[in-house]
């Protein structure tokens, strides 16, 4: 199955009208025409709604919600609103909540706080689920199944330490296999009965929290368990909707770089893949590239959905900036860019009450069109409708490839030593954003993907190497490509054990060096890095982590210049078959990421066309028809002017752009250029 | 009833004989002599001395101490003693102890550690106290009952959960209002019984803590609930009390801005109000002026009793720094500047063991008189023994309100969005502190206090609206008073609902605005706004969170002076009836909030008379026959000289002052001038 | 007993083979063989090896690894293994577990996670010792059992609890005396019943953490027993080697200044003492001189093992830095220059998995001797095995002593008041710091210690004053020596109560000064401190805590620069006898703890003959033949030169050393010097 039947990228937002009389829906429905508001997300958290008693199911409310949706020609993202259980649930089987890390049981409250492997939760969610796919099935208003929302935590309890053993049973078969992979020999911590598995936990093998923790090996299966046991979880309703409903695509909102959540495990599993955008901060556009392209990534360069955004403001962090004007409507442009199928907010209106009662909405308390954020997003409204389907479907032609991993964040950051300052994704961030900002398009796929397609793979910290992805990468070099990584990769196995042999393991072929040992500072420290370009050289600053490298046939790049290891390698590059491997020994800053990374894609004539312009961000889809658009996002927040590197119509504006000839960008400008040569 | 029926400001503080033996207590009266200390505080935490098991009461002890006041002449506040319950009450009913946030059952240990809603710390307690007046209520010295000792904290435990039901249902009357008022709707969380109901806190709706949860409705009236039920701890002792002692006043020691406990819900049913002075630091007098106008508003401006300060440091704080020279006598008359009829420190001999063995006391370890802290004392001493009884039940004659609310308090800091930084307290203190510095008399009274006598009405960040307030507020400007509010005013119902209406909801006509949006910045953003004066426009700085106004009749009077609301309103002015209407939209600095708070002073000609003399405090209190009071508290370090803006008589040194004529303050200097003209 | 009879510097470490094929050992020992190691510790965690069952020992596999060192002719220090405990046993006895400071049982899982009040713990952990030391102790390679693993931690189960309660009886005899020890008349604490008296911890009398308590008394007293139970835990294991192994000394690794474990009342049940070196950071060598001083301080000056060390870098910190080329060097001969008759690393082979995989060790995982780090552990085996047995048994001549005191570093850190800020450790290392940059060899001495032999005595923050120790220090003033002590010593007893007397108590009469009130400050303000020396006079820079001292007598060495008391004595100088007591009453900088320490060793003559070279640490071990070894060790980056102030023959070089002629250090030389004269 693929992507939800629709004529143009969907428009509109999670929507909850039982939270309101019925006067009310009917001016919602007013002012979603005024912003061509085409699609509705209902009825996320409808749980104690839909089955206010164990024995009671009332879908009636729904149904009139449903009923006027499909009156008013709307598509609907049906939930199947089992985000959070209802509190006779918690009340009569109290297993069904969570037993949080530090081993306390938690009672009815909050959302997303249902016990993975509580029996009565898996049984009577995928009833529900069940019962909703059957009722509404028929409706052909149904564009997309929503299951769940944001699955993500963890719980502790002993239902899920029994499970957490089946989990190890059917992965290792015997105990041996386990002590083996566990390395209990260390610490006395040898098992001599499955039952002897605790949850590992504040309680076990855990001090200061869930990274530190006595044995890498129980806790990184912990967080591969987890996930799977919330990827049953998705399953379990998933199968009870196909039963009814096997032709409508089904989807559950991930969250971008989510650590808990192995998404490349769970990608196969759904019909196409959506998302929540809530970016960190409101100055770092390559984050949010990053996270479009990773999501895009989890189905092998499907489109996806962008599931939730907020139109002005979020509510749930310490501080909640307004986006500025223009800035909504860029970044839903970004989405698109980037793979996007659909632009979602969370929510249409406002709540008055709870948590989200400041979190921003379409439209707010006041209930007011004549607001700076309901008119942006009418204009985005009719942008969108302006465009029509010219985009669904099309392809990212990246020839670029950055290899994102969560057993390697998982096992880099549950690592005592060498430094708790390292962070998978503040490195992988560093490395796209380089890609990025050399205006290449790029994939972000699996240690598992087809790696052939591409003329440059960039794996940043990849701590872990499985399976034959050393040889694979190889093959990239052999055929005359370029492989790019860093320190801290090759270190271990699959079970996390460090390989017996010189760092980088299994890469050091490729990479032509060996590493004896490494050096980490506290963050204040700088080591300058020398960097020999062809042209004039650079230097630029490293922190965090050095290792020292002996070439083992490795041509220097860059080099240290400070400190006892003052001269020695600290970038290098080794030609490999037709092709090379790059090795950065050090925590580059951002100017040293984007000087390695600049001089692998010029090897390669991948710099993108409008590389030089600052805050240009570029980006191309290929629908199926071989239309190519070129995405223009003008992040700056003054005018900007350059030269067309191509022709063609701009779908937006309707104006023509001439090769050779000026585009002036306003701030925060969108063009999206069809390209004609 | 009313004030403790004293011929001077009362003198002393808390006294523990029972730890000494009876040797010392001679020495003690010897020093208390020498010192003029007139009243002792006693028994404060007696319970396990004076019932010592289950079925044993003793009051042998207690006995001999309250003889030896006694004979010695001194005024008693003696206490019902149940402030921490004795460890064999723990043993035998674990129930008592509280359970905290995190949901752990505490063992004994502590004070302040009894479950409220304990049904046998309830029946103890009371029994108690019914005890100790039956006892000691014959003995003409004792002049106030102090019922158990600043009650604060809070429990989770079943009991707690079960009375809290009992409140809502009290509150509520059905599951449909409660539902409604907590707005279930909101993440499935519709309750269909009561029983459903738990306590809020780390194990429900709570993350990060007491501050962040899911649900601000059921966090909310848990905040009431428990402000509530431990009234009625109170109120157990206080009608126990009353059965053997029905003319002598009730007290207990409040804390000023203690945010725990809504002193407005109290103060009815104490006598007199007292409280404890301990503030944050030893350079903010503002913090403590506050505190005073607080409690002194309590019971509408009836004189309170200083129960506790220190006469050097404290001792629980990271850092304790040593009172100055002059500071306590400073302080002290502070205090009875704005209202105190008591001056009282904890405490009068130095305990040797436990955490407040380095707390400072007016008799130290080794026992002199003659160190530097024993001398201020008896200085002080004989002060207030040269006032005699002047000032007993003067009153403050202002004309400003400022309004205190729990509700906002609560309300914002427990709101998801806009931003965590964001502090009640930190607000009210910087429209507070401008008014001090202006030397305005001011009154900081609870919303539904009768706002007729006032001419400025100040209410900062009054997040919640409830009753007749806002039309309360329009009569005070119809009538030509000024009325200022801030940002975050007015946004929702006492169900913390937002108002379906324009920011800043009910007060929108009296302020002449209308918000659509606003924005928030981490803490190092300034935004300038530009002020315009009648004079020369000045400009200041503005932080943390900027809402966008829309004038709706407002005229402007300070405008933002970057980002893309450059040029929009910051401050404005609403003419109504023969009155003003004022909104701060920003977070200005102090200067800025003085700025503002001084034109409307002006306006009313409130500005006091010595206003622009750095450091020095003013204060008015009148007495019953009409004895005009000026207390001039200078708490600059270095000397100081001003002309006499009235003149009269400093009861301190006796020496007269005539009007334009210079007055010299030394450092920390203190005059009480009965005006004469 | 004594220390184990080598013939030379032991040199090794940890070795865990069991975590390897066994053809990884023999490639072990050809490396073992290059690099000189001559002494390996077996088995510190091996208890799920050699009882893999309830019913089951098996030693087969520790039986080979003995037999395989026996072979390769190594000495064995040869653990019990009891440092953590098997999963089997946590399963069958969950009460083997410990339960935390918040009150929290924990599971399987970590180290050093065993109730030393369990029963079973106790009983299963002193078999183990009986069975190893049974099967082994025929041996003659076994130079000595290592019972445990670095003691520490503290559990608060109920079975703790009620083994406080007898160590309580133990103490006091009544309840009388244990409240009156523990001051319970303050907040209605007395107990009535020893059954009420709980384990100390966050659900009873503490707050915020460990160092926050409402009663020192019951804190104080836990730590008290906690240390001791451990201790029990030694001795359980210690009785039941002796039982077949009458000869071979025993020891456990202590951690040199580790708060939970008072070591001085540990001591005489060690044969000898060892201990593990991980310093905090690598640029403080003075931190492990008094580390070093204090570990052979226990014994009365014995000789110790230094038990552990990394060779290149630790693991569990957040940073984790290299040891730059020549600091392990020198730092293991630091280590032996203050009394190490053994050199140990941990580890000998690198783990493949857990959370030691990162730490360094001799062989890596790449099992290289070409690497730096092996080249430089195979350069210092060479080292030591020409230096042979000169060293062994060797004392140190020192004439100055400085207190260190477990009670007063608990009593000062859980004290409410006056500063948090101080911590005894940085206090005790700034003291201990002058001593050393001055080059005066120093014993590190319990309060126990006698004090006849000394001329100076150093007793910084010495909080609490037991027994005749006043007396005894008065004793070193009156024959000509001199005592120096600081703010915060002699306030209280061995109950924690303050002295009924002028502040430094008993300490008054020496130091002739008294103490009424004393100032603490956030740790940014300065009071400068003007120091009046016989030359010319200096301003150093005092903080966070500032005495007012009111001379008795004593003689002002330096004066307080700022505030109030501006000019009042920060430092004092009282002649007593024919000596003298200092008195620094201020929290002094580097800078100003030196300059007094150095007036004071100057009048003694105690000054280093080095003590002006930058850099150059120096201390003397003297052999039992007389034999004077001066270690000249420089912990400078840069070479250095000076000029010999003794001759001799530098035994690593095997060069001649002329008084008077230059001598050239290199970056972090080292040279012991056998003195000639």
């Known amino acids: 199955m693929n992507l939800p039947a629709t004529s143009k990228v969907s428009f509109g937002g999670d929507y909850n009208p039982a939270q309101w009389p019925e006067e009310v829906w009917k001016e919602d429905y007013r002012l979603f025409d005024a912003a061509r508001i085409d699609t509705v997300t209902l009825g996320v958290f409808d749980w104690a709604l839909t089955q206010p008693g164990p ?116 992965r290792y078969g015997t105990l041996d296999a386990l ?200 204009q985005l409204g009719a942008e969108l409708e302006r465009l029509g389907p010219t985009v669904l479907g099309a392809r990212t032609p990246a020839r670029v490839a950055l290899l994102f991993d969560w057993d390697s964040w998982w096992a880099l950051e549950i690592s005592d030593g060498p430094s708790r300052h390292l962070r998978y994704q503040q490195i992988v961030v560093a490395y796209h954003r380089a890609v990025w900002e050399a205006g290449a398009d790029v994939d972000v796929v699996p240690v598992t993907a087809d790696l052939s397609r591409y003329d440059v793979v960039v794996a940043p910290a990849l701590h872990m190497l499985k399976g034959d992805l050393p040889r694979r990468l190889e093959e990239v070099a052999e055929r005359g490509g370029s492989v790019v990584t860093t320190f801290l990769s090759g270190r271990v196995d699959e079970n996390d054990h460090a390989f017996l042999m010189d760092v980088p393991g299994p890469l050091g072929p490729l990479m032509g060096i060996r590493v004896d040992e490494w050096d980490a500072r506290e963050p204040e420290v700088v080591n300058p890095v020398h960097l020999q370009g062809s042209d004039s050289p650079v230097e630029v600053e490293s922190r965090l982590l050095f290792e020292l490298v002996i070439p083992q046939g490795a041509e220097v790049v860059g080099t240290y210049r400070a400190d006892f290891y003052a001269g020695t390698p600290a970038v290098t590059r080794n030609t490999f078959g037709a092709g090379d491997g790059w090795y950065v020994a050090a925590g580059l800053d951002q100017e040293g990421v984007s000087w390695v990374v600049r001089r692998v894609l010029d090897r390669h004539d991948l710099v993108g066309p409008y590389a030089d312009v600052p805050n240009l961000e570029t980006a191309v889809r290929v629908a199926p028809d071989g239309t190519r658009l070129l995405f223009l996002l003008h992040h700056g927040d003054e005018p900007a002017e350059t030269t067309a590197r191509s022709g063609g119509v701009d779908l937006l504006s309707g104006d023509r752009v001439t090769r050779g000839e000026p585009i002036r960008l306003g701030p925060r400008a969108v063009l999206v250029l069809r390209e004609t040569g």
Chains 1, 2, 3 share one sequence.
Not at 73 to 100: F, M, N, S
Not at 191 to 208: F, K, N, Y
Not at 248 to 275: C, E, K, Q
């Open 55 to 170: 024995q009671v199911y009332d879908f009636s409310v729904l149904d009139r919600i449903v009923e006027r949706a499909t009156a008013e020609g709307r598509g609907i993202c049906l939930a199947t609103g089992t985000g959070a259980h209802p509190a006779w649930l918690a009340r009569a089987h109290p297993e069904v909540t969570r037993t949080d890390f530090e081993g306390r049981r938690h009672r009815f409250g909050q959302r997303h706080n249902s016990c993975p492997n509580s029996p009565v939760f898996r049984r009577l969610s995928a009833e529900m689920a069940r019962r909703v796919a059957r009722r509404y099935a028929g409706n052909p208003s149904i564009v997309a199944w929503h299951v769940g929302n944001e699955y993500g935590g963890a719980c502790y309890c002993d239902l899920c330490a029994a499970a957490f053993r089946d989990w190890l049973r059917a």
């Open 179 to 378: 002590n083996a992979a566990w390395y209990t020999t260390f610490w006395s911590h040898t098992l001599g009965d499955w039952e002897e598995i605790e949850a590992p936990s504040a309680l076990t093998e855990h001090w200061r929290g869930p990274n530190h923790t006595a044995f890498q090996g129980i806790t990184l299966d912990y967080l591969r368990f987890m996930s799977d046991a919330m990827l049953t979880n998705f399953r379990d309703e998933l199968a009870a909707i196909r039963e009814s409903s096997p032709d409508v695509p089904v989807t559950t909102n991930f969250m971008g770089m989510y650590r808990p959540i192995d998404y490349h495990r769970w990608a196969a599993h759904l019909d196409f893949v959506s998302w929540d955008n809530y970016p960190p901060d409101d100055h770092s556009p390559w984050w949010m590239a990053l996270a479009h392209d990773l999501m895009r990534g989890l189905k092998d360069g499907q489109p996806f959905w962008l599931m939730e955004q907020t139109p002005s403001y979020t509510a749930s962090r310490d501080v909640n900036p307004l986006k500025r004007p223009g800035v909504m409507r860029l970044w839903s442009w970004q989405a698109v860019a980037h793979g996007a199928d659909a632009v979602l907010f969370f929510q249409l209106r406002a709540s008055r009450g709870a948590c989200e009662k400041y979190h921003g909405a379409v439209i707010g308390h006041a209930g007011r069109p004549d607001t700076r954020v309901f008119r942006e997003v009418a």
